[in-house]
C-alpha cells in the first residue's frame, strides 16, 4: 500500500504532468471503485486542471471546481501513458478500474488507476470539496504539518491506551502512515510495536517524535522526482525492517521477525526494540518467555 512518502510523489509527478491539461475523456471501467455519484463523473470532461494534492493518502486531482479524489487502498496504484493509442477497454479483462484521458501541456496524455487481486478497495470519488470525502474529513493532523510537534505527539499518545503500532497507523489519529512506515519508525525509535501509548515516557515521546521526522523525511526525498513506476521499488530498496523477516538488522545484526495478523504483518528487531524478547502472536499480546 502506497503511504505518504508514495503518495506525495505522486500528487508531485501528476501535479507537474496534468496542470494545465484539459480531461478530454473518462472511462469507467469498474463502477465499483466509484463512491459518488453527485456531481456524475462525467462533469469533468472539458474541464481544465489546475492542481494536484495530497491528503493523507488520498490524492486530489482539482479541476474547474471539482476534486477528483482516489485512495489507492492496498492494491490500487497509477500508470501514465505518453502518446496513447485509444485502445477500447474492456470489463473483467485487466486490471485498468478507471482511465482518464487528457489533452494539452506537453501532449495527450492518459492516467489509469489499476487495481491487482482479488480484494478490491481502490475507491474514487468527485466532489466539490475535498472535505466531503469521509476519508479526508477524519484525517488526523499530518506529520508534517506546522503545528504537529513533540507535544502534539505526546498528546495524541498520553491519550490513547492502544499499542502505539496501532496508533501511529490510525489515520484519524496522524495522517499518512501505514504499515510499513509504522514499522520502520519504530524500529528508527526503538520502540517495541506493542508498547502501550498512554505509558511512553517523554524520552520515548522525543524518540519517536524524530523516527517520524527522519523516516518519513527521507523516505519523500527519494521517492521525489520518480515516476510511478520506480516507485514501490525506491520504498522497498530503504525499508530496514518491514518485509525482511528472517534477515539480519542492519542496525546490531540480530535477526528481524514477524508477528503475523489475519490480514497483515508486522516485523521489528528484537535487539532494537524489545531488548532481546521475542513478542508472543495476535493471540496473547505479550512477551513469550
Given at each position: 500500500?502506497p ?7 505522486l ?6 504532468r ?11 471501467v ?20 489546475t ?9 486530489d ?22 502518446a ?17 484521458s ?12 489499476t487495481?491487482?487481486?482479488t ?5 474514487v ?5 475535498a472535505?466531503?470525502?469521509p ?7 499530518d ?6 510537534d513533540a507535544?502534539a ?18 489515520q ?8 510499513a ?14 508498547a ?11 524518540r ?16 521525489r ?13 530503504h ?19 514477524e ?10 528487531c ?20
Amino acid at each position: 500500500m502506497p503511504e505518504l512518502p508514495e503518495v506525495a510523489a505522486l500528487a508531485d509527478f501528476l501535479d507537474a504532468r496534468l496542470s494545465g491539461t484539459t480531461v478530454a475523456k473518462i472511462r469507467v471501467v469498474s463502477f465499483a471503485v466509484l463512491k459518488t455519484a453527485d456531481p456524475p463523473i462525467s462533469a469533468l470532461e472539458g474541464l481544465t486542471v489546475t492542481g494536484v494534492r495530497r491528503h493523507g493518502k488520498f490524492v486530489d486531482v482539482e479541476a474547474g471546481g471539482l476534486h477528483l479524489v482516489f485512495h489507492l487502498a492496498r492494491a490500487g496504484w497509477v500508470r501514465v501513458t505518453d502518446a496513447p493509442t485509444g485502445a477500447l477497454l474492456k470489463r473483467g479483462g485487466g486490471h485498468i478500474a478507471v482511465r482518464l484521458s487528457f489533452t494539452g501541456g506537453a501532449g495527450a496524455l492518459d492516467l489509469d488507476l489499476t487495481e491487482a487481486g482479488t480484494k478490491k478497495s481502490l475507491a474514487v470519488y468527485l466532489v466539490r470539496d475535498a472535505a466531503e470525502v469521509p476519508g479526508i474529513a477524519a484525517l488526523g493532523p499530518d506529520p508534517f504539518a506546522p503545528g504537529f510537534d513533540a507535544d502534539a505527539l505526546a498528546g495524541i499518545l498520553a491519550a490513547s491506551s492502544q499499542q502505539v503500532k496501532g496508533v501511529l497507523r490510525s489515520q484519524s489519529v496522524i495522517a499518512g502512515i501505514g504499515n510499513a512506515y509504522s514499522d520502520e519508525i519504530l524500529h528508527a525509535a526503538r520502540l517495541s510495536p506493542f508498547a502501550i501509548s498512554s505509558s511512553l515516557d517523554r524520552d520515548a515521546v522525543e524518540r519517536l517524535y524524530a523516527a517520524i521526522h527522519e523516516v518519513l523525511g527521507t523516505a519523500v526525498a527519494e521517492a521525489r522526482g520518480k515516476p510511478p513506476a520506480a516507485l514501490k521499488d525506491a520504498k522497498r530498496s530503504h525499508l530496514r525492517v518491514h518485509g525482511r523477516a528472517g534477515e539480519k538488522c542492519p542496525v546490531c545484526g540480530d535477526t528481524v521477525r514477524e508477528v503475523s495478523f489475519a490480514d497483515s504483518a508486522l516485523q521489528y528487531c528484537p535487539g532494537c526494540q524489545t531488548k532481546g524478547k521475542i513478542l508472543a502472536d495476535r493471540r496473547t499480546s505479550r512477551f513469550l518467555k
